[in-house]
Nanobody, 120 residues
Framework: VQLQASGGGLVQAGGSLRLSCAAS????????MGWYQQAPGKQRELVAT???????NYADSVKGRFTISRDNARNTVFLQMNSLKPEDTAVYYC???????????????WGQGTLVTVSS
């Protein structure tokens, strides 16, 4: 199973970016998917998660500005980031809980990360 993240870049404060993360490989089902951020010198932190049924959860710092969504047919999760702030600058990683076999366990897989830089 591989996760390929894309969409990062340099944007001015107040701007928007849309991140995408597509899962590929052989598996039975993808359960929860999510985005995490890791700023320089800090630990990786949760940004947003979404269940296979579409229920979402957000960090307080991004509520009202970021929206997570997914396309189950394309095994892809998105993060729409609006009203970006310099403190949103970080490497963003996607994660997927993947069930490779019908009766097997759900294991976490991570994407390679995509850098988001917000200038003031």
């Amino acid at each position: 199973v591989q996760l390929q993240a894309s969409g990062g870049g340099l944007v001015q404060a107040g701007g928007s970016l849309r991140l995408s993360c597509a899962a590929s490989g052989s598996f039975f089902r993808i359960n929860d998917m999510g985005w995490y951020q890791q700023a320089p010198g800090k630990q990786r932190e949760l940004v947003a998660t979404i269940t296979s049924g579409g229920s979402t959860n957000y960090a307080d710092s991004v509520k009202g500005r970021f929206t997570i969504s997914r396309d189950n047919a394309r095994n892809t999760v998105f993060l729409q980031m609006n009203s970006l702030k310099p403190e949103d600058t970080a490497v963003y990683y996607c994660k997927a809980a993947v069930q490779r076999l019908r009766f097997g366990p759900s294991l976490d897989y991570w994407g390679q990360g995509t850098l988001v830089t917000v200038s003031s």
